[in-house]
């Protein structure tokens, strides 16, 4: 099992970055697959980037391939989501979550989330 811990959401202006953070409780965080997903008021949960456990294999939605970079540190149990050129759109709750299942960009296949982080762009 593992518990997962998100900061660095905050209020960020259009074209901005931010830097959001994953830390994960236990000591096979190395056997997981990790992902970041997000939610927006009225919207469903949606897949943003993942990686595999290695940190090998990285796989991004369309709409963030090109602005956010996915990256992982086994040695400290984090995962991050640098986001670059943020867009008012990018405005949602960022979920932090980890699956056995590597590579997976399917909600129903994370078995483990955190309780989230907010990202608000403005224009």
């Known amino acids: 099992q593992v518990q997962l811990v998100e900061s660095g959401g905050g209020l960020v202006q259009a074209g901005g970055s931010l830097k959001l953070s994953c830390a994960a409780s236990?000591?096979?965080?190395?056997?997981?697959?990790m992902g970041w997903f997000r939610q927006a008021p009225g919207k469903e949960r949606e897949f943003v980037a993942a990686?595999?456990?290695?940190?090998?294999?990285?796989y991004y939605a369309d709409s963030v391939k090109g602005r956010f970079t996915i990256s992982r540190d086994n040695t400290k149990n984090t995962v991050h989501l640098q986001m670059t050129s943020l867009k008012p759109e990018d405005t949602a709750v960022y979920y932090c979550?980890?699956?056995?299942?590597?590579?997976?960009?399917?909600?129903?296949?994370?078995?483990?989330w955190g309780q989230g982080t907010q990202v608000t762009v403005s224009s």
């Open positions: 236990g000591r096979t965080f190395s056997s997981y697959a």
């Open positions: 979550a980890a699956n056995r299942i590597s590579g997976t960009t399917r909600y129903g296949d994370y078995n483990y």
């Open positions: 990686i595999n456990r290695s940190g090998g294999s990285t």
